[in-house]
């Protein structure tokens, strides 16, 4: 029984020799392959209205606007510079919060607040003392 499934396989080397290309979502930032990101950017967009209507009318923000793709110097879409303006873009979406500073995903701000109030923000992150200095 083992030999019929072994006569399915193609012999030598994977086909693939890297990676599929992958993109970033403009909104949320994270990366779907290139025939997926279409499926999943309109639902992406769907729940970042969702998220932006249940806002105070004072806090919500104009909807997210795809970026052009970049193009190159032979005329094509230079895939890398591309992803890097959706990158940033998915980057400026976020939102600050008012006590420390730090910026959120909309859906996550309000998680993080339940614990940064303005009479005991957050402490900053990625800014460790060094062994050698006190505290204080």
């Known amino acids: ?5 072994q ?23 994270r990366q779907f392959g290139s025939r997926s990101i279409g499926i999943h950017e309109p639902q ?15 806090k919500r923000r104009a909807a997210p606007v ?4 970049v193009i190159g110097d032979d005329g094509r879409i230079d895939e890398v510079a591309t992803n890097e303006v ?20 909309e859906d996550r701000l309000e998680v993080h607040q339940r614990s940064c109030t303005a009479d005991n923000p957050a402490k900053s992150v990625g800014r460790s003392r060094s062994k050698s200095q006190p505290k204080r």
């Open 86 to 105: 959706l990158w940033k873009n998915s980057q400026g979406l976020m939102v600050e919060c008012e006590h420390c500073g730090r910026k959120f995903k």
């Open 44 to 58: 992406c967009l769907k729940k970042w209205h969702a998220e932006n209507e249940k806002l105070p009318k004072s």
């Open 66 to 69: 795809k970026p052009e793709a």
């Open 7 to 29: 006569n399915n396989f193609t012999p030598g080397p994977p086909r693939a020799t890297k990676a599929a290309p992958t993109v970033f979502c403009f909104i949320c930032g």
């Open 1 to 5: 029984m083992m030999q019929r499934f």
